[in-house]
């Protein structure tokens, strides 16, 4: 049951734009109950998992050679400043040094993704 939960979780965080609210939306949920599942399956908030999912998602893109302002616009950044302290927090890395890592052959990295 988790497992089939957070696959579809996965499938509905781009749909809801990485936004918890929405994704509460999606699940015919109130965003209480989605922050108490959420806690109760995988210890953390449903927000700190969607951005997650969201710098996932931006990784993919940048392998695929989509230029870094419009993975930004496209995952909803705001600000690209905004993307770039986000992605270097959660990677440990800039997303220069992050391409730098992958392998141009495979378009695979060496991080987990």
């Known amino acids: 049951m ?7 979780w996965e499938q509905l965080a781009g749909t809801a734009r990485y936004d918890a609210k929405d994704l509460a939306k999606l699940c015919n949920l109130s965003v209480r109950q989605l922050e108490r599942d959420f806690r109760h399956r995988l210890e953390r908030s449903p927000q700190d998992w969607l951005n997650e999912q969201r710098i996932k ?6 392998l695929s050679s989509q230029p870094v302002k419009r993975v930004a616009s496209d995952l909803g950044f705001k600000q690209v400043s905004h993307f770039y302290r986000q992605f270097k927090s959660f990677n440990q890395l800039t997303t220069s040094e992050f391409l730098s890592t992958a392998k141009p052959s495979d378009s695979k990295c060496r991080w987990r993704i």
């Open 57 to 62: 998602a931006s990784q993919q893109l940048l």
């Open 2 to 8: 988790a497992k089939v939960l957070l696959e579809r």
